[in-house]
C-alpha cells in the first residue's frame, strides 16, 4: 500500500476558461467552489494539496498557490512548475473542471503507482489519454522539459511518447470535464 504522504495534490486551475467563459476552478457545484470539491478528493490521498494557477488567479484561493513559471503554453505550464516546485516527491494532479470523480478511480491509480515509472495516466473506454488526472513521478521532468525546449507543447502528445509509463484503463467509466455553461447547466439541473 502507498503512502499518502509521499503525493503532492495539484489541483490544475490556470487555463484561460474560454469556452465557459469565466473561472471554471471558482463556479459552483452544490454550493462549493469547484476546486474545493478536488481539495477535498486529493486531501484524502496527499499530504497537501495546492493550487496551480496563472499569476492573474493567485489570489482567488484558500489553498496555497504555485504559480506557473510558463506562459501561453497550456496545461503543460502547471505541470512543468509543479514538478520544479516538488523535484523529489510525485505529483498527483487533477484538473479544475472535474469536481466529482469516483475514489474506485483514485484508488486504481494509486494502486498503480510505482515509483520506477514516469508516471501513473488514465486512458478511457476509447483508449483516449485524460493527461492532467494523472500522478507524475519526478522523474518525468527532465523529459518533458526536453519537450518544452524543443517548442512542443502538448501534454498528452508527451504522454503518448513515453515508454516509461503505466496506463489505468477506464472501461466503460467516464471521467466528465466541465468546459461549458451548457455542461455546466446540466450537471446543477441533476443535483
Request: net charge neutral.
Amino acid at each position: 500500500m502507498v503512502k499518502k504522504n509521499i503525493f503532492k495534490g495539484i489541483i490544475i486551475c490556470g487555463g484561460q476558461s474560454s469556452r465557459m467563459g469565466s473561472d471554471k476552478s471558482l463556479l459552483f457545484w452544490n454550493g462549493v467552489p469547484f476546486y474545493k470539491h478536488i481539495e477535498k478528493i486529493l486531501s484524502k490521498h496527499c499530504d497537501q494539496v495546492f493550487i496551480s494557477c496563472n499569476e492573474s488567479q493567485k489570489s482567488n484561493y484558500d489553498l496555497p498557490v504555485i504559480v506557473d513559471n510558463y506562459e501561453q503554453i497550456g496545461p503543460m505550464a502547471g505541470v512543468l512548475t509543479s514538478l520544479e516546485s516538488f523535484p523529489n516527491c510525485p505529483i498527483f494532479t487533477i484538473p479544475c473542471d472535474m469536481p466529482f470523480i469516483d475514489q474506485g478511480i483514485i484508488k486504481k491509480m494509486i494502486d498503480g503507482y510505482n515509483n520506477t515509472f514516469d508516471g501513473v495516466f488514465i486512458k478511457d473506454s476509447k483508449g483516449q489519454i485524460e493527461p492532467l488526472f494523472a500522478i507524475f513521478n519526478p522523474s518525468i521532468y527532465s523529459k518533458l522539459l526536453a519537450w518544452y525546449d524543443s517548442g512542443n507543447y502538448s501534454l498528452k502528445k508527451f504522454i503518448e511518447s513515453c515508454n516509461n509509463v503505466s496506463y489505468i484503463k477506464l472501461g466503460e467509466q467516464s471521467l466528465i470535464n466541465i468546459n461549458t455553461t451548457k455542461e455546466l447547466d446540466n450537471l446543477n439541473r441533476k443535483n
